[in-house]
T-cell receptor
């Protein structure tokens, strides 16, 4: 069965500092991985997906199959980055699209 | 702010009562999902549906039931058999052939 682990429940950094949110996964197939974000009083929304290799709001995430990791990184954190971040793994391809979520990490960026 | 709507925002019920949570979408998405969000546990999949009149159990379906009679609607019933029903419930939908799920605002259910 697939599993997603986010080891940090809380993460605090100062504005301008680098930030890395950790995500590890276990999955027997070829993984499709995503980061979702939930800002205060907003809906959960997709931040980025590994297959597109995009940089969204300055965030990037690289899939490391050897370490089974998909860590989210940003070189210079901003106060507006404060939010709950979820790492998610999709199984069943685009047909079923079942998502398995990690426990979530609350990021706080201090001024 | 259309897209996916969930009602009500807050719901209170007595133990032993069944309760139905509403989820409606006007995105013309084929797939719909129900998740449960608990502190420290992330989101867990309850049920999902790919097409009308068809649905599958997720990871924690016990004590829940769903129906999908219309493409735009996917109500979730929390039955009295659910041992720990107090939680935040999120509905999502997805367009066929894509990966991105779009989430509703959620319903917070409290059972006492």
């Amino acid at each position: 069965a697939q599993r997603v682990t986010q080891p940090e429940k809380l993460l605090s950094v100062f504005k301008g500092a680098p930030v890395e949110l950790k995500c590890n996964y276990s999955y027997s197939g070829s993984p499709e991985l995503f980061w979702y974000v939930q800002y205060s009083r907003q809906r959960l929304q997709l931040l980025l997906r590994h297959i597109s290799r995009e940089s969204i709001k300055g965030f990037t995430a690289d899939l490391n199959k050897g370490e089974t990791s998909f860590h989210l990184k940003k070189p210079f954190a901003q106060e507006e980055d404060s939010a709950m971040y979820y790492c998610a793994l999709s199984s069943g391809g685009t047909s079923y699209g079942k998502l398995t979520f990690g426990q979530g990490t609350i990021l706080t960026v201090h001024p | 702010d259309g897209g996916i709507t969930q009602s009500p925002k807050y719901l209170f019920r007595k133990e032993g009562q069944n309760v139905t949570l509403s989820c409606e979408q006007n995105l013309n998405h084929d797939a719909m999902y129900w998740y449960r969000q608990d502190p420290g546990q992330g989101l867990r999949l309850i049920y999902y549906s790919q097409i009308v009149n068809d649905f599958q159990k997720g990871d924690i379906a016990e004590g829940y039931s769903v129906s999908r009679e219309k493409k735009e609607s996917f109500p979730l019933t929390v039955t009295s058999a659910q041992k720990n029903p107090t939680a935040f419930y999120l509905c999502a939908s997805k367009e066929a052939g894509t990966y991105e799920q779009y989430f509703g605002p959620g319903t917070r259910l409290t059972v006492t």
